[in-house]
């Protein structure tokens, strides 16, 4: 029998259980015109830049798209900045982060 009373239950069982870094994605405006239900700075809970990119599109269904090819990285017209260095689909995310997503400006 557990500590708690219950055949079965462990008391620790909620403190094993890895808890995902919080972190604050930025935006750019020109992704928030296609998803108008957006906000420019999103609070998620992801272990990765990938992971984030996937609780994106959960919350707004296509989003992953505009951000990611098929191979599955980010797109090259796409950068992606974590506290100021640029990051790729499978860099690590701590709490607090700061994750900015930047389109690229071309021109001629």
Excluded: Y
Excluded at 15 to 27: D, G, K
Excluded at 49 to 66: F, H, K, N, T
């Amino acid at each position: 029998m557990a500590h708690d009373g219950r055949p079965g239950g462990d008391d620790n069982l909620e403190a094993a259980a890895p808890r995902l870094p919080s972190v604050c994605l930025v935006l750019p405006r020109a992704l928030l015109s296609l998803f108008p239900d957006a906000s420019r700075e999103v609070e998620l809970s992801a272990a990765t830049v990938g992971e984030a990119i996937a609780a994106l599109d959960q919350r707004w269904p296509g989003m992953r798209d505009r951000l990611c090819d098929a191979t599955p990285r980010i797109r090259r017209h796409i950068n992606v900045v974590v506290d100021g260095q640029r990051a790729r689909i499978d860099t690590a995310l701590k709490d607090g982060d700061r994750v900015h997503v930047l389109t690229a400006i071309s021109g001629g």
